[in-house]
């Protein structure tokens, strides 16, 4: 999937045939015998002992299960050690999480439904509350989900600008946060949950997106119970991989194992993109993905 017959020689730099190396998990070129290419460097099936069946396994149930997947439940399907199982979990939701991408949403005349909410439950160092605020992005196909410092206007703002193109139509409630967006000339419908309006005058509402929180929260509840704050990133969009895909279930699975973005060994090393808004890394896939 990665490489296939006719990759060049890392030698050569000719075309060649390939062929399993016996006893080793290489690849060696017909063309030079020294050649070799290691088909799972650099991809979350690197640096593990096991069977190469086995992370399919787990990966399957990743990507097909509604509330997630833990180290718990991995641990007793591979009969496998709890440190092996929570590794392989925390290596699988990376690979998923940076599968996401960052790609803009939303287009002139699109509605894009916003919503913030305040994840509890979330571990944190010294004297920040155990809490999160996360901002759901989402229109009828596409859905991301970005950690913010805080929920004020200027930060809301720079994000719907930094994320959301021109001329799309932004479907909010009445949180004060959003009540500059008219002056920057966003086509602005308002949802006023406070006076228990659900649906405005122009037959906007916001239940698209108020079904992924019910999701997620869910998700977190029963599943993962407590997060860690560093970590939440690839929790929330592991999550997101799935949901994006959920009226085409059976393409989940295929798009986890055919797409191999560089897997770092720290792969907290994405937090530099985006970093000044505190959005959740990912990788920026290709247009066509």
């Not at 086995?54 to 509604?66: C, P």
């Not at 920040?128 to 596409?142: E, G, I």
């Not at 970590?231 to 279930?249: D, E, G, L, P, Q």
């Amino acid at each position: 999937m990665r490489f296939g017959q006719g990759h060049p020689c890392p030698k050569c730099g000719r075309p060649a045939r390939w062929s399993r190396r016996k006893g080793r998990s290489c690849f060696t070129a017909r063309c030079c015998s020294n050649a070799e290419i290691y088909p799972l460097a650099g991809t979350l099936f690197g640096h593990s002992r096991l069977p190469l069946r086995d992370l399919f396994l787990v990966l399957l149930h990743f990507t097909n299960s509604k509330v997630g997947f833990s180290a718990s439940l991995t641990r007793r399907l591979l009969g496998i050690s709890h440190p092996a199982a929570f590794t392989l979990c925390d290596r699988i939701r990376c690979h998923l999480a940076m599968l996401t991408g960052r790609n803009r949403i939303g287009g002139p005349g699109q509605q894009v439904f916003i919503d913030e909410a305040l994840l509890r439950g979330v571990l944190t160092t010294g004297n920040r509350p155990n809490k999160a605020s996360l901002v759901a992005l989402c229109t009828r196909q596409d859905l991301l989900t970005a950690i913010v410092p805080d929920r004020r206007a200027a930060t809301l703002v720079a994000l719907i600008e930094h994320v959301v193109r021109p001329g799309s139509i932004l479907v909010t409630d009445g949180f004060a946060g959003y009540r500059g967006l008219h002056r920057r000339g966003w086509h602005h419908e308002v949802v006023n949950h406070h006076r228990r309006i659900w649906v405005n005058s122009n037959g906007a509402c916001q239940a698209q997106v108020e079904t992924y929180w019910w999701h997620l929260k869910r998700t977190l509840r029963l599943t993962y119970l407590r997060i860690d704050r560093e970590n939440a990133w690839k929790y929330i969009n592991a999550f997101n991989f799935v949901y994006n895909r959920r009226t085409r279930s059976r393409e989940t699975f295929w798009d986890a194992v055919s797409h191999f973005p560089a897997f770092p060994d720290d792969p907290r090393a994405y937090l530099e993109m985006d970093l000044e808004l505190g959005l959740m890394p990912a990788l920026q896939l290709d247009e066509g993905h």
